[in-house]
């Protein structure tokens, strides 16, 4: 199983636990694309820009599963797009969601992000079940 891992990049913590969530996945058997382990903007340029903005499309197309890290007061915003783009394709959604604090008083995230999602999983031992059972059904 393929996954794209949806996760903001934009600080060292962010960072850290993307890298410690691809690995766990990986050592349970998953194939992961992980954005921050491809190129990075370096020159402000356009071109570039595009060509890493497609980069993350075809890792979307060619993804079984997109798994998003749903932490935060608010989703980020290239997480949310991934997640839209990636619904738009038909992809199937799971969340990652470690933090408590949700986005109002009746939804865990915004609406438009958990309605389409099959689960949210609050560990990332409840994402690895979940894959698993995935998995399962999938070779039934």
């Not at 600080?11 to 992980?34: H, I, M, P, Q």
């Not at 933090?99 to 389409?116: G, K, Q, Y």
Request: aromatic content about 8%.
């Amino acid at each position: 199983m393929k996954i794209f891992l949806a996760a903001p990049l934009f600080s060292e913590a962010e960072r850290d636990y993307n890298a410690k969530t691809a690995k766990t996945l990986r050592e349970n058997g998953f194939e992961v694309w992980l954005a921050q382990e491809t190129q990075f903007i370096q020159h402000d340029a356009h071109k570039e820009k595009k060509m890493i903005y497609d980069g993350d499309i075809q890792a979307l197309k060619t993804s079984d599963i997109v798994v998003a890290v749903l932490d935060g007061v608010d989703v980020d915003t290239g997480v949310a797009y991934e997640m839209g783009y990636a619904k738009a394709l038909g992809k199937p959604l799971i969340g990652l969601k470690t933090d408590h604090r949700t986005f109002s008083r009746i939804e865990e995230v915004n609406l438009m992000l958990e309605a389409p999602t099959i689960k949210i999983c609050k560990t990332i031992n409840d994402l690895i079940d979940t894959l698993n059972k995935m998995k399962q059904q999938e070779t039934r």
